[in-house]
């Protein structure tokens, strides 16, 4: 049996092993996909003993992203470009690490808008924490024109814009309306709104016609931010299907398939997620 799973700290909120269940039982693969709790100061440890455990490989979720980067010698480009991977497995024998994030993300947007061309479109950005990273790596990696990094600590978008050159700028959060005339891609990656938080106000009526708006939480599907662009006639895609794409890399990796992202697994997912209650 192959074995794989994901590690977090905690991790029963998890829904990963949905996903890989789904496929693993549609390729009638004998593997496991489980939730492994690993506290911060278990983290190197699990690592090194993970060929003698018999996994093929594991994802990676908070609060071990970053930290798990700086322990796995082989990383590839995308990783080493933002310092943090979700994917672990093994090359030729060696332990290596990839991020699928950013792939995730673009990829949930074409999945959603197959004639989405991102090439020369400008990008405003709410946040700039890990996620943000990863999805402005793979926006410049598509040919984005500008991104906009607007963050509620503004000290943080601007090291994430200097981190990544001429074409990124920073704001701050109270500044983002300011940028909406011309772009063509909003992105909520803050989890203002989700928890009993505050939600964003945002003016979306400034955005041109044709642009889209998208948010990467997905808990609830409809987020504060996604029903108010709504509302407000906009053109939006929600965060779920970044999670499912994400998965994709890992499970061929371990697995040796290539799996598809469905509607039925969409649907799965989806149904697991009560709406409105932010769990
Ligand atoms: N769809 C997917 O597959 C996927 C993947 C990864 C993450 N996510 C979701 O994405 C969200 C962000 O994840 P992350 O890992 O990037 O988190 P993170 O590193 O902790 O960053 C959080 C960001 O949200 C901002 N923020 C938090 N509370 C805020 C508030 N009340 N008002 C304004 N800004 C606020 C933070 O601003 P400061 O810098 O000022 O603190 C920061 O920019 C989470 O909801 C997570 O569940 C989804």
Same mark, same amino acid.
């Given at each position: @049996?192959?074995?794989?799973?994901?590690?977090?700290?905690?991790v029963?909120?998890?829904?990963?092993?949905? *996903?890989?269940?789904?496929? /693993?039982?549609?390729?009638? *693969?004998?593997?496991s996909?489980?939730? &492994?709790e690993?506290a911060?100061?278990?983290l190197?440890a699990?690592l090194?003993?993970?060929?003698?455990?018999s996994f $093929?490989? #594991?994802?990676?979720t908070?609060?071990?992203?970053?930290r798990? $980067? %700086? =322990? *796995?010698p082989?990383?590839?480009?995308?990783?080493?470009?933002? !310092?943090?991977?979700n994917t672990?497995?093994f090359s030729?024998?060696?332990l290596?690490? +990839?991020?699928?994030?950013g792939?995730?993300?673009?990829?949930? /947007?074409?999945?959603?808008?197959?004639?989405?061309?991102?090439?020369?479109r400008?990008?405003v @950005?709410?946040?700039?924490g890990g996620?943000?990273?990863a999805?402005?790596?793979?926006?410049?990696q598509?040919?984005?024109?500008?991104? +906009?990094?607007?963050?509620?600590?503004? $000290?943080?978008?601007?090291?994430?814009?200097?981190?990544f050159?001429s074409? @990124?700028?920073?704001?701050? =959060?109270?500044?983002a309306?300011?940028?909406l005339?011309d772009c063509? =891609?909003?992105?909520? +990656?803050? %989890?203002?709104g *989700?928890?009993?938080?505050?939600?964003?106000?945002?003016?979306?009526? @400034?955005?041109?016609?044709?642009a889209?708006?998208?948010?990467?939480s997905?808990?609830? /599907? /409809? +987020?504060?931010? =996604?029903?108010?662009a709504?509302?407000a006639g #906009?053109?939006?895609?929600?965060?779920?299907?970044?999670?499912?794409h994400?998965?994709?890399? !890992?499970?061929e990796?371990?697995f040796? &398939?290539?799996?598809?992202?469905?509607?039925?697994?969409?649907? &799965?997912?989806? !149904?697991?997620?009560?709406p409105?209650?932010g %769990?």
């Open positions: @049996m192959i074995r794989s799973g994901v590690i977090g700290f905690p029963k909120h998890s829904r990963s092993p949905l *996903i890989h269940g789904y496929w /693993l039982k549609r390729h009638g *693969i004998d593997g996909y489980d939730k &492994i690993v911060p100061d278990g190197k699990f090194a003993g993970m060929r003698e455990a $093929a490989g #594991c994802n990676v908070l609060p071990h992203k970053e798990a $980067a %700086s =322990l *796995i082989n990383l590839d480009e995308r990783a080493r470009r933002i !310092g943090s991977v672990v497995y030729r024998g060696e290596s690490a +990839t991020s699928s994030d792939y995730g993300f673009v990829q949930n /947007l074409r999945w959603r808008n197959p004639s989405l061309d991102l090439k020369g400008r990008v @950005m709410l946040g700039a996620s943000a990273r999805i402005v790596d793979e926006l410049l598509e040919g984005v024109a500008q991104v +906009t990094v607007a963050n509620r600590t503004v $000290a943080r978008a601007a090291e994430l814009a200097e981190s050159g074409r @990124m700028a920073a704001a701050a =959060l109270h500044e309306d300011d940028h005339r063509g =891609l909003l992105i909520n +990656t803050t %989890s203002a *989700i928890a009993d938080t505050a939600k964003l106000t945002v003016a979306f009526d @400034m955005l041109p016609r044709g889209l708006v998208t948010d990467i997905y808990v609830p /599907l /409809l +987020t504060p931010f =996604l029903a108010d709504q509302r #906009c053109l939006t895609t929600d965060g779920l299907g970044m999670l499912l994400q998965a994709v890399p !890992g499970f990796l371990w040796g &398939i290539r799996p598809e992202v469905t509607d039925e697994l969409y649907d &799965i997912v989806a !149904g697991d997620i009560a409105g209650t %769990s």
